[in-house]
């Protein structure tokens, strides 16, 4: 009988395995396929040559646009560490309302289109932008930097946008790290800063490996923002991408660039490790809905955890750190009989730290929120170009964006392909998130990796990969296409955020249910589906997102008549900088509000329904 | 409670549902059909794509009852080729420089013009060099000095000491690029530009590069550039300036050494609606449609009877206007469209030579 019971058990997760087919065979066919046939192109199959790749690794113009792309990448990466770690260590410790309102500080702008961003970096660092006319209005400089137009201004705002993508990720470590352990270590003897160095950090390091990988691979694939705040000499790999197909038509280099720019990030991908966990946890924080990193690790097919962060065991090989320990072992017997003197006066001097750390925290959520905002007195400006300050005030550009059809059909047209884009890869997201978890898969590592990565690979990867298909299946310009273009990005995030809640929910409640007699379909519609609810909402909200400001995959798979919001946006910027676009950015800024708003409705509702669960049952 | 969300979450379903059965119900826009009642006309951006539509879209449909779509976007050779290549052709009329038109011929990527729908009375006003095989000029214009303080010759706009100020001047990627303007700075003299020594014109550019703040790619962009007051000097196109004039910006335009070129309206291959385009075309190019869009951005006709409807006011900023003609010098397309021993053309050489410079 229970054998029985265990084949029928065992057949059932099988089935529930399947669920993950229809988001697979629609990856393999609309974005593996093109990735394999992006790379025949390349070695120019059925020929088989490699002179595309002598080509790119002979030329030395191409050779530093490569190794540009890698020092770009690193110093973002490395600045965004500096400013996101105190940041996340700060969110942790404020609790309550203040930390949901900080979150906000840095999931509005994660949220914010990106071309909302980098425009209003535009703005603010012109040789006639904000900074400089203040600077020079205070007389500290007297003639304007040059920000806008060189690798200051790329930094910047590569930075500004990638922010969000380490802060996220630190903090859903730092939050799994138990309290207990640094206080342990201060009644040790430990002063605050060793038992931050020794304790706390190497705790968060998972964190900082994850938000280090995520934005250095996130980066590499950049091209709108060096684009716009770029110079000359500022170009990276994948602008040399688009402009070897824009200006020369040469599919054969472009394809090799493409080619090794995915090598490049998929080698970083599998180097780093179980990015799909890390990637998770970032959603899901912003979802609301923190996950213990070892929750997903345990799941998600690698089980190899390590025992130890790979930092400290770097450092543990210096002799300087030897020197150092030896050092400790003296001083920490005084400072021990030293502790319990200070625990009354303690609080001040670390009160001073604290204040400076603060400080630095808030100039961080400064840098994150302002910015974005400064579009909206530009488009209430009455003047004819940009200017700030503006010269007096209006509305005109509001009338101006409404007065004109090809903004409000590109604003339609957007939302028309992201509710469309939303609805399938929720369906397709969800189902494929609980055949992974639920169900019995083999390669399941290899459905996760194919389902996830395209939150990595580079969007213009992707837009060269399907271009030739969709050509082919006659769907370049058409709304199917554009869907198609932007299912692939947006089932990733819904599989990764509602495989985060399932993972995170008590599974015995499902087996509560089964056992009572429901059926499988009758427990996910009564049991799994209600807890899941806020999962599968926060994903749908991803996907619509991820589908309204896709603007690279658009640029090649939307023809000569389709335009959409992004691309409207895009081509007005480098066209004519009038401040329709800020009229524009100021109301695609109360996007992300709105929805969170959405979420935050809906999930008070869940936490009312889980409240009232058990009086219910009882 | 619980009955309560889950209310509500039908209730959004549903709504989402509507909302995705509603999308669908829309036709997605710009679905092209085999309508004949229709044109899709390319008309560029910015400035001259208002004035486009004003002059020519807007009264076309007017007197034809032919429904002009007009796109707002730039033609380059990539983007004709990747149309015509891959047989997916939904523009029936664009504008191209001559630059790109010889190439484009080259390639076989146009339709005939045919010149059997024109009045013998227009065609004979249209200028020689705008009655090609494949398409008819649409407008001269040209790239000109650009400044708030006058230097007079490129070797002046050079000379960052004498004229300081941050420069835009053209970027390469489209092939056109400051080179012209680079050999002049440098002393060769107006009639031996051609055949372009393009080491020299790279080595001159060197010199002025750490001066030049941005370099523009789209016409407006580099109109942005004077309008917002990045740079003081650059080279830009004429109309452009015109039109920033007409706003009251204290700008102005030097028409010696300026770099005369040409546009044509041309009809890729395999347009949907191609006699819809040449009627079009025709339309676009009589002398009162023409004059009319002088008014509107100061681009020379290649009608000539246009003068006629012209202010006399707006004649004096037209690229074509005798006295300012004498000035300039005609870029000469012809050697840029030349094949070398390698089997690729100045053109193309001279793309992937900025592309290297770029990042040097």
Same mark, same amino acid.
């Given at each position: 009988?229970?054998?029985?019971?265990?084949?029928?058990?065992?057949?059932?997760?099988?089935?529930?395995?399947?669920?993950?087919? @229809?988001?697979?065979?629609?990856?393999?066919?609309?974005?593996?396929?093109?990735?394999?046939?992006?790379?025949?192109?390349?070695?120019?199959?059925?020929?088989?040559?490699?002179?595309?790749?002598?080509?790119?690794?002979?030329?030395?113009?191409?050779?530093?646009?490569?190794?540009?792309?890698?020092?770009? %990448?690193?110093?973002?990466?490395?600045?965004?560490?500096?400013?996101?770690? @105190?940041?996340?260590?700060?969110?942790?410790?404020? %609790?309550?309302?203040?930390?949901?309102?900080?979150?906000?500080?840095?999931?509005?702008?994660?949220?914010?289109?990106?071309?909302?961003?980098?425009?209003?970096?535009?703005?603010?660092?012109?040789? =006639?932008?904000?900074?400089?006319?203040?600077?020079? =209005?205070?007389?500290?400089?007297?003639?304007?930097? =040059?920000?806008?137009?060189?690798?200051?201004?790329?930094?910047? $705002?590569?930075?500004?946008?990638?922010?969000?993508?380490?802060?996220? @990720?630190?903090?859903?470590?730092?939050? $799994?790290?138990?309290?207990?352990?640094?206080?342990?270590?201060?009644?040790?003897?430990?002063?605050?800063?060793?038992?931050?160095?020794?304790?706390?950090?190497?705790?968060?390091?998972?964190?900082?490996?994850?938000?280090?990988?995520?934005?250095?691979?996130?980066?590499?694939?950049?091209?709108?923002?060096?684009?716009?705040?770029?110079?000359?000499?500022?170009?990276?790999?994948?602008?040399?991408?688009?402009?070897?197909?824009?200006?020369?038509?040469?599919?054969?280099?472009?394809?090799?660039?493409?080619?090794?720019?995915?090598?490049?990030?998929?080698?970083?991908?599998?180097?780093? $490790?179980?990015?799909?966990?890390?990637?998770?946890?970032?959603?899901?924080?912003?979802?609301?809905?923190?996950?213990?990193?070892?929750?997903?690790?345990?799941?998600?097919?690698?089980?190899?955890?390590?025992?130890?962060?790979?930092?400290?065991?770097?450092?543990?090989?210096?002799?300087?750190?030897?020197?150092?320990?030896?050092?400790?072992?003296?001083?920490?017997?005084? &400072?021990?009989?030293?502790?319990?003197?200070?625990?009354?006066?303690?609080?001040?001097?670390?009160?001073?730290?604290?204040?400076?750390?603060?400080?630095?925290?808030?100039?961080?959520?400064?840098?994150?929120?302002?910015?974005?905002?400064?579009?909206?007195?530009?488009?209430? %400006?009455?003047?004819?170009?940009?200017?700030?300050?503006?010269?007096?005030?209006?509305? =005109?550009?509001?009338?101006?964006?409404?007065?004109?059809?090809?903004?409000?059909?590109?604003?339609?047209?957007?939302?028309?392909?992201?509710?469309?884009?939303?609805?399938?890869?929720?369906?397709?997201?969800?189902?494929?998130?609980?055949?992974?978890?639920?169900? &019995?898969?083999?390669?399941?590592?290899?459905?996760?990796?194919?389902?996830?990565?395209?939150?990595?690979?580079?969007?213009?990867?992707?837009?060269?990969?399907?271009?030739?298909?969709?050509?082919?299946?006659?769907?370049?310009?058409?709304?199917?296409?554009?869907?198609?273009?932007?299912?692939?990005?947006?089932?990733?995030?819904?599989?990764?955020?509602?495989?985060?809640?399932?993972?995170?929910?008590?599974?015995?409640?499902?087996?509560?249910?089964?056992?009572?007699?429901?059926?499988?379909?009758?427990?996910?519609?009564?049991?799994?589906?209600?807890?899941?609810?806020? $999962?599968?909402?926060?994903?749908?909200?991803?996907?619509?997102?991820?589908?309204?400001?896709?603007?690279?995959?658009?640029?090649?798979?939307?023809?000569?008549?389709?335009?959409?919001?992004?691309?409207?946006?895009?081509?007005?910027?480098?066209?004519?900088?009038?401040?329709?676009?800020?009229?524009?950015?100021?109301?695609?800024?109360?996007?992300?509000?709105?929805?969170?708003?959405?979420?935050?409705?809906?999930?008070?509702?869940?936490?009312?329904?889980?409240?009232?669960?058990?009086?219910?049952?009882? | 409670?619980?009955?309560?969300?889950?209310?509500?979450?039908?209730?959004?379903?549903?709504?989402?549902?509507?909302?995705?059965?509603?999308?669908?119900?829309?036709?997605?826009?710009?679905?092209?059909?085999?309508?004949?009642?229709?044109?899709?006309?390319?008309?560029?951006?910015?400035?001259?794509?208002?004035? #486009?539509?004003?002059?020519?879209?807007?009264?076309?449909?007017?007197?034809?009852?032919?429904?002009?779509?007009?796109?707002?976007?730039?033609?380059?050779?990539?983007?004709?080729?990747?149309?015509?290549?891959?047989?997916?052709?939904?523009?029936?009329?664009?504008?191209?420089?001559?630059?790109?038109?010889?190439?484009?011929?080259?390639?076989?990527?146009?339709?005939?013009?045919?010149?059997?729908?024109?009045?013998?009375?227009?065609?004979?006003?249209?200028?020689?060099?705008?009655?090609?095989?494949?398409?008819?000029?649409?407008?001269?214009?040209?790239?000109?000095?650009?400044?708030?303080?006058?230097?007079?010759?490129?070797?002046?706009?050079?000379?960052?000491?004498?004229?300081?100020?941050?420069?835009?001047?053209?970027?390469?990627?489209?092939?056109?690029?400051?080179?012209?303007?680079?050999?002049?700075?440098?002393?060769?003299?107006?009639?031996?530009?051609?055949?372009?020594?393009?080491?020299?014109?790279?080595?001159?550019?060197?010199?002025?590069?750490?001066?030049?703040?941005?370099?523009?790619?789209?016409?407006?962009?580099?109109?942005?550039?004077?309008?917002?007051?990045?740079?003081?000097?650059?080279?830009?196109?004429?109309?452009?300036?015109?039109?920033?004039?007409?706003?009251?910006?204290?700008?102005?335009?030097?028409?010696?050494?300026?770099?005369?070129?040409?546009?044509?309206?041309?009809?890729?291959?395999?347009?949907? #609606?191609?006699? #819809?385009?040449?009627?079009?075309?025709?339309?676009?190019?009589?002398?009162?449609?023409?004059?009319?869009?002088?008014?509107?951005?100061?681009?020379?006709?290649?009608?000539?009877?246009?003068?006629?409807?012209?202010?006399?006011?707006?004649?004096?900023?037209?690229?074509?206007?005798?006295?300012?003609?004498?000035?300039?010098?005609?870029?000469?397309?012809?050697?840029?469209?030349?094949?070398?021993?390698?089997?690729?053309?100045?053109?193309?050489?001279?793309?992937?030579?900025?592309?290297?410079?770029?990042?040097?």
């Amino acid at each position: 009988m229970r054998a029985l019971q265990e084949a029928a058990a065992a057949r059932w997760q099988g089935t529930v395995g399947l669920l993950v087919l @229809p988001a697979v065979v629609f990856l393999l066919v609309f974005y593996a396929f093109p990735l394999v046939r992006l790379l025949l192109v390349s070695v120019e199959a059925p020929r088989w040559s490699l002179t595309h790749y002598a080509d790119f690794f002979t030329e030395p113009a191409y050779l530093r646009i490569l190794t540009r792309t890698f020092r770009v %990448s690193l110093t973002v990466t490395f600045c965004c560490l500096l400013l996101g770690y @105190p940041t996340a260590y700060v969110l942790l410790r404020v %609790s309550g309302r203040r930390r949901r309102f900080l979150l906000l500080l840095v999931i509005v702008p994660y949220l914010t289109s990106f071309l909302v961003r980098t425009y209003a970096w535009m703005v603010l660092l012109g040789p =006639k932008g904000i900074i400089n006319s203040l600077l020079l =209005k205070a007389g500290l400089i007297d003639t304007p930097l =040059k920000l806008l137009y060189s690798a200051v201004g790329v930094h910047v $705002g590569m930075v500004h946008v990638l922010l969000p993508l380490m802060i996220l @990720p630190l903090y859903s470590v730092m939050v $799994g790290i138990d309290r207990t352990l640094p206080r342990a270590a201060q009644t040790l003897g430990a002063g605050p800063l060793r038992t931050f160095l020794r304790v706390f950090l190497p705790l968060s390091l998972p964190g900082v490996r994850s938000g280090c990988v995520l934005v250095f691979l996130v980066a590499l694939g950049f091209y709108i923002t060096p684009a716009m705040l770029g110079g000359l000499r500022d170009s990276m790999i994948a602008m040399l991408i688009e402009s070897q197909i824009t200006q020369l038509v040469n599919w054969g280099f472009a394809a090799t660039a493409a080619v090794v720019l995915l090598a490049v990030t998929l080698g970083g991908f599998s180097l780093a $490790g179980r990015v799909s966990g890390m990637t998770l946890l970032v959603a899901s924080e912003v979802a609301g809905q923190t996950v213990p990193a070892v929750t997903w690790d345990g799941i998600a097919g690698s089980r190899q955890r390590e025992g130890r962060p790979w930092m400290p065991r770097l450092l543990h090989l210096a002799p300087v750190a030897a020197l150092g320990r030896r050092l400790d072992a003296v001083m920490s017997a005084w &400072r021990r009989r030293r502790w319990a003197r200070l625990q009354g006066r303690e609080m001040r001097g670390a009160g001073r730290g604290r204040a400076a750390l603060d400080l630095y925290a808030g100039a961080v959520f400064f840098f994150l929120i302002l910015p974005t905002f400064v579009v909206v007195p530009i488009s209430l %400006s009455a003047g004819d170009f940009l200017a700030f300050p503006p010269p007096g005030w209006s509305l =005109k550009w509001y009338a101006s964006y409404f007065s004109q059809p090809p903004w409000l059909h590109a604003t339609l047209l957007s939302f028309q392909v992201a509710v469309v884009t939303m609805l399938a890869s929720t369906v397709l997201g969800t189902l494929a998130a609980y055949g992974v978890l639920r169900g &019995r898969l083999r390669r399941r590592t290899l459905v996760v990796s194919l389902m996830i990565s395209p939150i990595i690979v580079p969007p213009i990867v992707i837009g060269v990969a399907i271009y030739g298909l969709l050509a082919q299946w006659n769907l370049i310009g058409r709304f199917l296409g554009l869907v198609i273009g932007h299912a692939i990005g947006s089932i990733a995030y819904v599989m990764v955020i509602v495989s985060a809640t399932l993972a995170g929910f008590d599974r015995s409640l499902e087996r509560a249910a089964m056992s009572l007699g429901a059926g499988p379909l009758l427990t996910f519609r009564r049991v799994t589906f209600p807890l899941i609810r806020a $999962g599968v909402l926060s994903g749908a909200v991803f996907a619509f997102i991820h589908s309204f400001d896709e603007v690279i995959i658009t640029m090649f798979i939307s023809g000569v008549h389709v335009q959409t919001l992004p691309l409207k946006m895009w081509e007005d910027i480098r066209n004519q900088i009038d401040p329709t676009i800020a009229a524009v950015s100021s109301m695609l800024i109360l996007l992300p509000v709105a929805w969170l708003v959405v979420l935050e409705v809906v999930q008070g509702l869940q936490r009312a329904t889980t409240r009232a669960a058990p009086a219910d049952s009882a | 409670m619980r009955r309560q969300a889950g209310t509500l979450t039908s209730l959004l379903g549903v709504a989402l549902l509507g909302l995705a059965v509603g999308t669908l119900l829309v036709a997605p826009p710009g679905a092209v059909g085999q309508d004949k009642g229709k044109v899709v006309v390319q008309i560029g951006g910015g400035d001259w794509a208002d004035a #486009n539509f004003e002059a020519y879209v807007a009264p076309f449909e007017k007197e034809t009852g032919i429904k002009v779509v007009a796109v707002r976007d730039w033609m380059s050779i990539a983007k004709l080729k990747l149309m015509v290549e891959s047989k997916k052709v939904e523009l029936d009329v664009a504008d191209i420089p001559r630059l790109h038109y010889l190439s484009a011929v080259k390639a076989n990527y146009l339709e005939k013009i045919d010149y059997g729908v024109y009045s013998k009375a227009e065609l004979s006003k249209i200028d020689d060099l705008s009655k090609q095989a494949y398409g008819v000029g649409a407008a001269y214009f040209s790239y000109v000095m650009a400044f708030d303080k006058r230097p007079t010759t490129w070797a002046e706009f050079w000379d960052a000491k004498k004229f300081p100020g941050p420069r835009t001047l053209r970027a390469g990627v489209y092939g056109t690029g400051a080179y012209e303007e680079a050999l002049l700075a440098d002393g060769v003299p107006m009639d031996k530009l051609y055949p372009m020594d393009v080491d020299r014109a790279f080595k001159s550019l060197d010199k002025i590069r750490p001066h030049v703040t941005t370099w523009w790619k789209e016409g407006a962009e580099g109109q942005q550039l004077f309008a917002d007051k990045v740079v003081t000097l650059g080279d830009v196109f004429n109309g452009r300036i015109g039109n920033l004039q007409k706003k009251g910006m204290p700008l102005d335009i030097e028409w010696n050494q300026g770099k005369l070129q040409l546009d044509y309206w041309v009809i890729p291959k395999g347009a949907p #609606n191609p006699q #819809n385009a040449q009627k079009f075309i025709e339309f676009a190019t009589r002398a009162k449609r023409q004059g009319a869009f002088s008014e509107l951005i100061p681009y020379g006709p290649t009608n000539v009877a246009a003068f006629e409807y012209v202010k006399p006011e707006t004649a004096k900023q037209l690229p074509t206007y005798p006295a300012n003609l004498k000035k300039q010098f005609h870029r000469n397309e012809d050697w840029y469209a030349e094949t070398g021993p390698g089997g690729k053309s100045n053109l193309e050489l001279i793309i992937e030579r900025w592309n290297r410079w770029t990042v040097q």
